[in-house]
């Protein structure tokens, strides 16, 4: 697994009518993880979807190591770009195990076998979410946040150099959030995530977007994009925004109207 770099240049996205995202434009170094943040129905998932290529931009493109992604071999982008989406799709007859190890598939030729190498990063994969124990049940008995966990490994095991997950950490308990996002962090590869917690993208993210409206409003290192008065304009609350002691991180707490609403 390699990083590499994607940019997104001047991106319109609509359906039908309706404008999804206006001229939106990111970036994302090679090893980075960027995050996307901002109230629902801001644009976040669509954008994602230009990237994996589901969604074809009315204008703009989206680069992926300075080659247009939109133009490139089908193998080649699944051997390149995985995706964790947020429905689940169809329930696989299938158990966890074979679920990831279907990421191995653009590495393969029809018909081939699974090798000692596709078993060690299945197992890794696995272990990165803490599903090891779940690698023998049916994946259509699983919670949804067991699903989660096992499509998020199939994506590792996938081996891309750019990762795009539309809020992974649905579903998932706190534990879990953590590890998947701990797991994220270490890949030697490029991540581009929507999330809604903020105090989880200020920790885990090196640089964040905000989208309102389907455009960018602000972007930079989280210590200089989650002010209170961002937060206020985008999501309509009020807020405090403190260094966390510990990590070092920005720490966001919203508060109350009642709170906030003179007495």
């Given at each position: 697994m390699?990083?590499?770099e994607l940019?997104?240049?001047g991106v ?5 009518a309706?404008r999804?995202?206006?001229?939106v ?7 980075e993880?960027v995050g996307?943040?901002g109230?629902?129905?801001?644009g976040?998932?669509?954008l ?5 290529r589901?969604?074809?931009p009315?204008?703009?493109?989206v680069?992926v ?9 089908v ?6 770009v995985?995706?964790?989406?947020q429905?689940a799709g169809?329930?696989?007859d ?9 990421g191995?598939?653009?590495h393969?030729?029809l018909?081939?076998?699974d090798?000692?190498?596709?078993a060690r990063l299945i197992?890794?994969a696995?272990?990165?979410v803490?599903a090891?124990?779940l690698a023998?049940?049916p994946?259509?008995q699983?919670s949804?946040?067991e699903r989660q966990?096992v499509l998020?490994a ?6 891309p150099?750019?990762?795009?997950l539309?809020?992974?950490?649905n579903?998932?308990?706190i534990?879990?959030q953590?590890?998947?996002l701990?797991a994220?962090?270490?890949l ?6 929507a999330?809604?917690d903020?105090n989880l993208a ?5 640089r ?5 409206g389907?455009v960018?409003?602000a972007?930079?290192?989280?210590v200089?994009v ?5 937060l206020?304009?985008v999501?309509g609350?009020a807020?405090?925004v ?13 508060l109350?109207s ?6």
């Open positions: 390699t990083a590499t940019a997104v240049s319109t996205l609509t359906a039908g309706h999804l995202v206006r001229d434009s990111l970036t994302a170094g090679a090893g993880v996307l943040v109230p629902n129905g801001s976040k998932s669509s994602l979807r230009a990237v994996y589901v969604l074809r009315a204008s703009g493109e680069r190591d300075g080659a247009d992604a939109w133009a490139l071999p193998r080649q982008v699944a051997r390149t995985a995706a964790v989406v429905e169809a329930d696989f299938l158990t966890v195990r074979e679920v990831v190890a279907m191995r598939t653009p393969k030729r018909l081939d076998g090798t000692a190498e596709d197992e890794w696995l272990d990165a803490d090891v124990e023998g049940r994946f259509d699983l949804g946040g966990r998020i199939r994506a590792l095991a996938q081996q150099s750019l990762l795009v539309d809020e992974p950490t579903h998932l308990d534990r879990h953590l590890d998947v701990g994220l962090r270490r030697p590869a490029t991540v581009l995530v999330l809604h903020l200020a920790y885990y993210c090196d964040l977007y905000v989208l309102d389907g960018i409003t972007s930079g290192p989280p200089e989650l002010t209170p008065g961002l206020a304009e999501y609350v807020s405090e403190t260094v966390h002691p510990r990590t070092g991180a920005p720490q966001v707490t919203f109350p009642e709170v906030v609403r003179p007495v």
